[in-house]
């Protein structure tokens, strides 16, 4: 820095340096090398704005804060910034498969707190379906694809009753979990399969299909075993 101060990849690699220290530290002892990994960030963007990586490690910053910070609504304001970031890394490049994944991700955590659940989920689902189209192999992305479109499924059995639309929004995420099992079954998939099936079995409970209830129920045992 000292020879070539305003390099933009040295500024991002040192910035990028600072968020791998402060990951291995309490939230708050990571505050200040985030502010200062920020700090880096923004200068590296005042020599190269259109470049997405810098908004992209911005966000990833926010997303870190929000899993640090206990309080829903403080969670929900850093995840809310790590969004507008990404969008903003998107915007730059439109094929940025790290932004557009986890932007996706970051959604699919937002709508945990967000007054706007269905919306985001359905967000978070068209984000990774990018991501996907870009990578298609990718099982991590095709899982995350799967939990958002089961929680979507849930959430709108909820809001809307509508049994029907929702047991088909089951049933596709479900062959979604399947699909990635087929090129790797990890046992975080086959876990959130599961739960998946669970609130399946839920929802034909409630309407009053215990037929259907009792068989997926089993099904979700399978997963869990």
């Known amino acids: 820095m000292k020879i070539k101060p305003d390099d933009f990849r040295t500024l991002l690699n040192w910035a990028l340096s600072l968020i791998s220290r402060a990951t291995r530290l309490t939230a708050h002892e990571s505050e200040s090398f985030y502010r200062l990994a920020q700090e880096k960030i923004e200068q590296a963007l005042d020599i190269q704005p259109n470049n997405p990586r810098g908004y992209l490690l911005l966000g990833n910053i926010f997303v870190e804060k929000a899993n640090n910070e206990l309080k829903p609504s403080l969670r929900y304001a850093h995840f809310v910034k790590a969004c507008e970031q990404y969008e903003l890394s998107i915007s730059k490049q439109a094929d940025y498969f790290d932004a557009l994944?986890?932007?996706?991700?970051?959604?699919?955590?937002?709508?945990?707190?967000?007054?706007?659940?269905?919306?985001?989920?359905?967000?978070?689902?068209?984000?990774?379906?990018?991501?996907?189209?870009?990578?298609?192999?990718?099982?991590?992305?095709?899982?995350?694809?799967?939990?958002?479109?089961?929680?979507?499924?849930?959430?709108?059995?909820?809001?809307?009753?509508?049994?029907?639309?929702?047991?088909?929004?089951?049933?596709?995420a479900s062959n979604k979990f399947e699909l990635a099992a087929q090129k790797h079954g990890t046992c975080e998939l086959y876990f959130n399969h599961g739960n998946a099936l669970y609130r399946q079995a839920l929802m034909y409970e409630r309407a009053d299909q215990s037929d259907l209830a009792f068989t997926t129920l089993s099904r979700c045992g399978e997963k869990y075993l």
């Open 101 to 172: 994944y986890n932007h996706g991700i970051a959604l699919l955590h937002r709508s945990a707190f967000s007054p706007h659940v269905l919306d985001d989920l359905n967000a978070a689902c068209s984000a990774l379906r990018l991501a996907l189209e870009i990578k298609p192999k990718s099982v991590k992305v095709q899982l995350n694809i799967a939990i958002s479109q089961a929680k979507y499924a849930r959430h709108f059995f909820e809001k809307e009753r509508d049994f029907k639309v929702a047991e088909s929004l089951f049933l596709e």
